[in-house]
């Protein structure tokens, strides 16, 4: 079956614009994920939603970075007045169920110049 | 806090013989432990995980991986390395269990095969 999708799979932009990535998570899976990978940072954890409950922001580094899922499927991560420290891969990975295995998309590489 | 540590950056193998990347973990309560592997810009494969049950879990393209619970490990494990299997390797551990199965990844592994 379809895995998790991304896009775009690259984004350019200037310091200060606003950007959005999305998320398209495996069909039926309630657990979704936001990560970050850099090279000085590894990969970190942003935020988690599950099913219809509140979102966990707990890894959102800034109040800059925010996410959304509608009815319960696709995401949005939106990175507002970009810094160069915000390039980085994102990842997003869905979970049929918390606590079990996540899967994981290729991934958008942000860079902002 | 739960925290996992891979204390190689980088491991060399020869194509055809054994191959072991090393995970080290900490965590308060029963670990769910996960290795997942990352191919040149792409994202990361499951290969397999521990949650319970034996200490030998095997897992995806000839993957296994050993739980030690006094030593506080999970390697990875294969007996006869590929020069496919060259990628970055990430151990990764559940998060507390009150904070909804995010993953705390180690600092990831580069594997070389060499023919």
């Known amino acids: 079956g379809a895995g998790v999708s991304q896009s775009p799979s690259n984004k350019v932009t200037e310091k200060g614009k606003d950007v959005e990535l999305r998320c398209d998570p495996i069909?039926?899976?309630?657990?979704l994920y936001w990560y970050r990978q850099s090279l000085g940072q590894g990969l970190e954890f942003l935020i988690y939603?599950?099913?219809?409950?509140?979102?966990?922001k707990s890894g959102l580094p800034s109040d800059r970075f925010s996410a959304e899922r509608t009815g319960g499927s696709v995401s949005t991560l939106t990175i507002q007045r970009t810094q160069q420290e915000d390039s980085a891969v994102y990842l997003c990975?869905?979970?049929?169920?918390?606590?079990?295995?996540?899967?994981f998309g290729p991934g958008t590489r942000l860079t902002v110049t | 806090a739960q925290s996992v540590a891979q204390p190689e950056d980088q491991v060399n193998v020869a194509e055809g013989n054994p191959l072991t990347v090393k995970c080290t973990y900490s965590?308060?309560?029963?670990?769910?432990l996960f290795w997942y592997v990352q191919y040149p810009n792409r994202g990361l494969q499951f290969l397999l995980k521990?949650?319970?049950?034996?200490?030998l879990v095997k897992g995806s393209y000839g993957f296994e991986a050993e739980f030690n619970k006094s030593q506080t490990s999970f390697h990875l494990k294969k007996p006869s390395a590929l020069v496919s299997d060259s990628a970055l390797y990430f151990c990764?551990?559940?998060?507390?269990?009150?904070?909804?199965?995010?993953?705390?990844f180690g600092q990831g592994t580069e594997l070389s095969v060499k023919p």
């Open positions: 990975a869905s979970s049929p169920r918390e606590g079990y295995e996540q899967y």
């Open positions: 990764a551990v559940r998060g507390p269990y009150n904070q909804g199965g995010k993953l705390i």
């Open positions: 965590v308060s309560g029963n670990p769910y």
């Open positions: 521990y949650i319970t049950g034996d200490n």
């Open positions: 939603f599950q099913g219809n409950s509140a979102p966990d």
């Open positions: 069909s039926g899976h309630t657990a």
